[in-house]
């Protein structure tokens, strides 16, 4: 029932978003005597950011067609390296250029597109052959390709390395978090390490993810914990309708996690469509397009599989299963001191409201075994759970921080 009145609901707005943009273009027209007059442009404006806001929205592109190395231009390609029923391995292909490290960038299934990192590859791309998981909408994956769940999540990271090859060669293999994954990358590595696996990498780098959420507990850990494991699986977890090739297929919305995001800061929000109105009246249409731009990409949603959701609940944020020493993978227990030479570089932000400050350290400490020499840790001051992965900050601060760590132990 709540993904069909869903449904109903997000057919009826995209009429409604089709007829404001409509209306929008007609009293923005300069050939439209109305577009002179006062109440014209703050109409047409208004209808344009109701006609963006109620959209319908699919899985949006990288976009990503070249890149500068050493001052020149060099054309980037989209390569698929390996494919799965819920997921596949996606390369930047650099034309022209061999050698350096091989980075595998682990994208969240957290209800939002690999996209969401578009940033975060466009500056790694100068630096290294990026490779990064492209996982895909649940609701579109039939139920003969069968459940995807925590461990298949672990499964799937050691198989892209595998698929990425031996680490060996100049610059190696690495690996790098971002939030979610942080917590399977590192069962991962402690696997593999165990393992001696020869495809295991030589960094991991984890970003503002939730090792510990005992640690500084946010609001996103105390919603987690204060309700029971079954009230998680009564009241989020939906049906796929029949008008998707996953019908039957019991899920987590991504409709429902990025309600949960927007009401978090709802204030925020609000404002940032205020001002994104305010640059419409004015005429500067280069402020607005850059709030178009990351509202086009946070509105885009994807659907997690209602098992690999409810495990994530019940193992990190429950149980805090891996900083306890309980965790297992396939019945096997995962042992972060088996890590003795894969170097650890934890960031976190400053302001990180989904991730509190402690939750990504805690990897350092928990892999007992490791030299010190081999660990690091990093605040970024200011910045938030996006900002330690997208913007100004990861640009000119984290990136360089990586580049440098992942040089260090190539």
């Keep these: 029932?709540?993904?069909?009145?869903?449904?109903?609901?997000?057919?009826?707005?995209?009429?409604?978003?089709?007829?404001?943009?409509?209306?929008?273009?007609?009293?923005?027209?300069?050939?439209?005597?109305?577009?002179?007059?006062?109440?014209?442009?703050?109409?047409?404006?208004?209808?344009?950011?109701?006609?963006?806001?109620?959209?319908?929205?699919?899985?949006?592109?990288?976009?990503?067609?070249?890149?500068?190395?050493?001052g020149k231009t060099v054309a980037v390609h989209e390569e698929i390296v390996a494919r799965k029923a819920f997921g596949q391995l996606k390369r930047f292909a650099r034309e022209g250029i061999t050698g350096g490290p091989k980075l595998l960038i682990v994208a969240p299934m957290s209800g939002h597109y690999a996209t969401l990192l578009r940033g975060t590859v466009e500056r790694m791309l100068p630096f290294a052959d990026v490779y990064i998981t492209d996982w895909r909408d649940a609701k579109l994956v039939p139920l003969s390709d069968g459940t995807f769940d925590l461990d298949d999540y672990i499964d799937y990271i050691i198989a892209f390395l595998e698929a990425i090859g031996p680490n060996e060669g100049q610059g190696g293999v690495h690996?790098?978090?971002?939030?979610?994954?942080?917590?399977?990358?590192?069962?991962?590595?402690?696997?593999?390490?165990?393992d001696k696996h020869p495809c295991r990498p030589k960094t991991l780098t984890l970003m503002g993810g939730p090792i510990d959420t005992r640690e500084a507990p946010t609001a996103v850990n105390t919603l987690a914990t204060e309700r029971p494991h079954s009230w998680f699986e009564q009241n989020v977890?939906?049906?796929?309708?029949?008008?998707?090739?996953?019908?039957g297929r019991t899920v987590y919305p991504g409709f429902l996690q990025l309600a949960g995001f927007m009401s978090m800061n709802l204030g925020n929000h609000m404002i940032s469509h205020w001002e994104m109105f305010k640059h419409l009246v004015q005429g500067d249409d280069e402020s607005a397009d850059a709030t178009k731009d990351f509202y086009e990409e946070y509105r885009s949603v994807c659907d997690m599989t209602?098992?690999?959701y409810l495990q994530t609940i019940e193992v990190v944020f429950q149980k805090h299963a891996i900083a306890n020493g309980t965790y297992t993978h396939r019945g096997r227990p995962v042992d972060p001191s088996a890590i003795t030479d894969i170097a650890l570089l934890a960031i976190e932000g400053e302001r990180d409201d989904i991730?509190?400050?402690?939750?990504?350290?805690?990897?350092?400490?928990?892999a007992n075994k490791l030299s010190p020499s081999?660990?690091?840790?990093?605040?970024?001051?200011g910045a938030g759970h996006y900002g330690i992965f997208n913007g100004s900050k990861w640009r000119n601060t984290i990136a360089p921080a990586v580049e440098a760590w992942i040089t260090a132990h190539a």
């Design 374 to 381: 081999m660990k690091k840790y990093l605040m970024a001051e």
């Design 1 to 70: 029932m709540l993904y069909n009145a869903y449904e109903m609901q997000r057919s009826m707005l995209a009429g409604a978003s089709a007829m404001a943009n409509f209306g929008a273009g007609m009293l923005q027209n300069p050939a439209n005597p109305w577009s002179y007059f006062s109440g014209g442009p703050v109409l047409g404006s208004a209808l344009e950011v109701f006609a963006h806001a109620a959209a319908p929205r699919g899985k949006p592109e990288f976009g990503l067609d070249s890149t500068v190395i050493d």
């Design 355 to 366: 991730s509190g400050l402690g939750q990504t350290k805690a990897a350092l400490s928990l």
């Design 237 to 247: 977890i939906a049906t796929v309708p029949m008008t998707y090739a996953g019908a």
């Design 175 to 194: 690996m790098l978090a971002v939030c979610q994954p942080s917590v399977p990358c590192y069962a991962a590595a402690c696997v593999m390490s165990a």
């Design 306 to 308: 209602s098992e690999f």
